[in-house]
């Protein structure tokens, strides 16, 4: 396999981890949700759709190797934006409440 038909590969099988995990509303709506069970610094969901997708595209293990450590950076990169988001949000509560006379 010639280096671009590999990297138009890997690059396939990336832009499926990522429109599949895409941020959406339903994160922004569950900010208060437990996280869920992690393998290896990613959610056991992501894991299991990983190894669908070397499946799914034939990847060797160094190929698997980099999905995988794409995910994990995909994943911690949501997860920041999620915390970033909680305090901002729980910012805006607090100055709301101490805008609002307590009774």
């Known amino acids: ?3 671009q038909m590999k990297k138009s590969l890997l690059w396939d099988a990336f832009d499926e981890l990522r ?3 895409g941020v959406d509303e339903r994160i922004l709506e569950n900010l208060d949700y437990g996280e869920e069970e992690t393998v290896d610094g990613i959610p056991q969901s992501w894991a ?3 190894y669908e997708i070397k499946n ?3 990847l060797d293990d160094i190929d698997f ?3 995988v450590g794409a995910a ?3 994943y911690q990169g949501q997860k920041n934006v999620k915390d970033v988001l909680r305090r901002k949000i729980s910012t805006v ?3 709301v409440s101490s805008l609002i006379p307590n009774k």
């Open 93 to 95: 509560n607090e100055f």
């Open 72 to 74: 994990i950076g995909y």
């Open 1 to 3: 396999m010639d280096v």
């Open 19 to 21: 429109k599949t995990w």
């Open 65 to 67: 190797l980099f999905i």
């Open 56 to 58: 799914k595209y034939q």
């Open 48 to 50: 299991e759709k990983l």
